[in-house]
T-cell receptor, first 109, second 111 residues
């Protein structure tokens, strides 16, 4: 069975401080990993996916197969980064996403 | 720009009522999904559909059914609503193994 774990329900950081949102997964094959974000009163939207290797809004995430992790990082937090963040996994050949329980990021001005 | 719409943003129903939640996508996507989103539990998949008239159970299908008569429309049905089905319901569309695009959500309250 596949599983996604986000150990922090809530993460508070000061503006300008580095941010790291943790995501660990359990999957026997080669997964595809995603980060989704939901800003207040907005719909859930894709932030980034590991296969595209992009940096979106200053965020990056590297898939570490040895540690089965896909942590989301940003060197300098901004107030507009305050949101709910979900890590998700899709197994090989599957349509479905398995989501973690989410981490609420609060950036303190 | 891709578009997934849901019929209602807020819905209040009584216990035992039959409830229909509608989702429409304009992306010609084969795959559509229904999730419920609860604080501390994240998103949990209820049902998904990979083609017209096709459906697959997700992780929490009990108490729900779905209908997909046309490619662009995917309906979630609560046969007899209960208070533990009070939640935010999210619909998503996906083409093949592309990313999922989500609707704005329907906040359902069952009294």
């Amino acid at each position: 069975a596949q599983r996604v774990t986000q150990p922090e329900k809530l993460l508070s950081v000061f503006k300008g401080a580095p941010v790291e949102l943790k995501c660990n997964y359990s999957y026997s094959g080669s997964p595809e990993l995603f980060w989704y974000v939901q800003y207040s009163r907005q719909r859930l939207q894709l932030l980034l996916r590991h296969i595209s290797r992009e940096s979106i809004k200053g965020f990056t995430a590297d898939l570490n197969k040895g540690e089965t992790s896909f942590h989301l990082k940003k060197p300098f937090a901004q107030e507009e980064d305050s949101a709910m963040y979900y890590c998700a996994l899709r197994g090989a050949g599957s349509y479905q996403l398995t989501f973690g329980k989410g981490t609420k990021l609060s950036v303190i001005p | 720009d891709v578009k997934v719409t849901q019929s209602s943003r807020y819905l209040v129903k009584r216990t035992g009522e039959k409830v229909f939640l509608e989702c429409v996508q304009d992306m010609d996507h084969e795959n559509m999904f229904w999730y419920r989103q609860d604080p501390g539990l994240g998103l949990r998949l209820i049902y998904f559909s990979y083609d017209v008239k096709m459906k697959e159970k997700g992780d929490i299908p009990e108490g729900y059914s779905v209908s997909r008569e046309k490619k662009e429309r995917f309906s979630l049905i609560l046969e007899s609503a209960s208070t533990n089905q009070t939640s935010m319901y999210l619909c998503a569309g996906q083409g093949g193994t592309d990313t999922q695009y989500f609707g704005p959500g329907t906040r359902l309250t069952v009294l």
